[in-house]
């Protein structure tokens, strides 16, 4: 491994803390955000890297820091909640319903349309990566895939299918996201794995190239999502109803 990627790996692994323990909560006034040196003896890392981890973190609209003024914690409103890390650390260490129920708003603008567009504009070779997602699907009942794996694949590889550069860039955050969705309404409905064949038919419509169909077959597959979650929000609420 070259010096330069040991760097990365390094500065990455230090976002990730930090950025875990911002989300969660860590730091207060009480227990504010530690200064470079601090962070550098905690890390055992470089003032360089330290501050390259910063600067990402920064970018992620999670902390401000400035000269003379020291780093402080960004208040939630201002977090980019669209950045891919930011929206698993919230989904992994704080989770909730309401987030997860609003990102799935957020996936019903967005996947039934790609499918749309993905069927208007398929070819064999956009097609192909689809395909070979849900094959990798079938094999998981089988237990020769990983299931959370396979289904995302499917997802992401609706938006690829596009051909659009923007719906593209929208691939790391359904990814964050879905490893967070697809477990939780697999379990509320009592089964290991999504339905193969409700995601089949997504991609035999798409196939087939009737962009009519493969959206409203993707709205229903993230309709079914949204009603589960609600389903264990109103669960929730009447369980903590009961204990008053």
Same mark, same amino acid.
């Given at each position: 491994? @070259? #010096? ?6 390094? @500065? ?11 989300? @969660? ?15 550098? #003896?905690q ?41 891919p ?32 567009l993905?069927?208007?504009?398929? @070819? ?10 849900? !094959? ?12 959370? !794996? ?6 992401v ?24 969705s ?6 509320? #409905? ?13 991609? !035999? ?12 077959r ?16 109103? !669960? #929730? ?8």
């Open positions: 491994m @070259t #010096k330069t990627r040991q760097g990365h790996n390094v @500065t990455t692994g230090i976002v990730n803390s930090l950025g875990v323990a911002i989300v @969660t909560g860590k730091y207060s006034t009480r227990n504010p955000f530690p200064i470079e040196a601090e962070l550098c #003896k890390f055992g890392s470089s003032r360089s890297i330290v501050r390259e981890a910063v600067k990402m973190l920064t970018a992620k609209g999670l902390i401000s820091s400035r000269p003379r003024h020291g780093t402080s914690i960004l208040p939630e409103a201002q977090w980019n909640l669209l950045d890390d930011v929206l698993r650390w919230l989904l992994e260490r704080k989770f909730s319903l309401e987030l997860l129920a609003q990102f799935s708003e957020v996936r019903l603008a967005i996947e039934p349309t790609a499918s749309r993905a069927a208007m504009r398929a @070819t064999p070779e956009t097609v192909a990566p689809i395909r070979h997602a849900i !094959e990798r699907m079938e094999a998981s009942t089988r237990g020769e895939e990983d299931s959370l !794996e396979a289904d995302i694949a499917f997802h590889a609706i938006l690829d299918a596009t051909g659009n550069r923007f719906y593209r860039r929208l691939e790391g955050i359904v990814d964050a996201a879905l490893r967070t697809i477990q939780m309404t697999n379990r509320a #409905k009592g089964v290991p794995q999504a339905d193969v064949d409700a995601h089949r038919a997504v991609f !035999e419509a798409i196939e087939q190239g009737n962009a009519s169909l493969a959206g409203k993707m709205q229903e597959l993230i309709q079914e999502v949204i009603d589960l979650v609600a389903a264990e929000q109103a !669960e #929730k609420t009447a369980v903590a109803a009961k204990a008053r």
